[in-house]
Antibody
Framework: QVQLKESGPGLVQPSQTLSLTCTVA????????VHWVRQPPGKGLEWMGV???????RYNSALKSRLSISKDTSKSQVFLKMNSLQTEDTATYYC??????WGQGVMVTVSS | DIVMTQSPSSLAVSAGETVTINCKSS????????????LAWYQQKPGQSPKLLIY???TRESGVPDRFIGSGSGTDFTLTISSVQAEDLANYYC?????????FGAGTKLELK
């Protein structure tokens, strides 16, 4: 059974770095890709980036300078790091395996 | 980047009506190798993750009621919900996965009239 679960701090101070973890079950990160998508409160979905099964990455050009996605296949975990956070980065952050399987999301608030 | 233009942004319906949501991409989503359109439709209810309804433009995900119908090809796509039920009131998004970044439409809010 495919499962993904995001975890991380609920509150981050402006200018700090966000670190999130996506722990997966039911599939191997050596065979499947994992995407990160975020959604500001009351707004639409924004694709952030992907780490391919090969370990390569692609990022949304609007976030590329601040965003890094990595993984530890032995732990079935994918990591998102984004620096220089601002209030407009307040959102629910989701990880997904392609289009079919999504985590429950983690709400991150950027505030002092 | 491929731009996804979704319309309308909101739709007020009565139970039993048929509704249509449109999604237009700035370039073709048709892949010549598999001869498929890389377009997905999602339903999202408040406080929940997006739920996949349709993939490859017209293939219904397992367990999705057959009143949800995806159609279209190339750059123009449609999600039709026939005989809308109260449980269908939600936000709907299209997404292209033809090329990264895998962009989304802005969403359509389906509300009760």
């Amino acid at each position: 059974q495919v499962q993904l679960k995001e975890s991380g701090p609920g509150l981050v101070q402006p200018s700090q770095t966000l670190s999130l973890t996506c722990t997966v079950a039911g599939f191997s990160l050596t065979s499947y890709n994992v995407h990160w998508v975020r959604q500001p409160p009351g707004k639409g979905l924004e694709w952030m980036g992907v780490i391919w099964n090969t370990g390569g990455t692609r990022y949304n050009s609007a976030l590329k300078s601040r965003l890094s996605i990595s993984k530890d296949t032995s732990k079935s975990q994918v990591f998102l790091k984004m620096n220089s956070l601002q209030t407009e980065d307040t959102a629910t952050y989701y990880c997904s395996e392609g289009i079919a399987y999504w985590g429950q999301g983690v709400m991150v608030t950027v505030s002092s | 980047d491929i731009v996804m233009t979704q319309s309308p942004s909101s739709l007020a319906v009565s139970a039993g009506e048929t509704v249509t949501i449109n999604c237009k991409s700035s370039q073709s989503l048709f892949g010549s190798v598999r001869q498929k359109n890389y377009l997905a439709w999602y339903q999202q209810k408040p406080g929940q993750s997006p739920k996949l309804l349709i993939y490859l433009a017209s293939t219904r995900e397992s367990g999705v009621p057959d009143r949800f119908i995806g159609s279209g090809s190339g750059t123009d796509f449609t999600l039709t919900i026939s005989s809308v039920q109260a449980e269908d009131l939600a936000n709907y998004y299209c997404q292209q996965y033809y090329d990264t970044p895998y962009t989304f439409g802005a969403g359509t809010k389906l509300e009760l009239k």
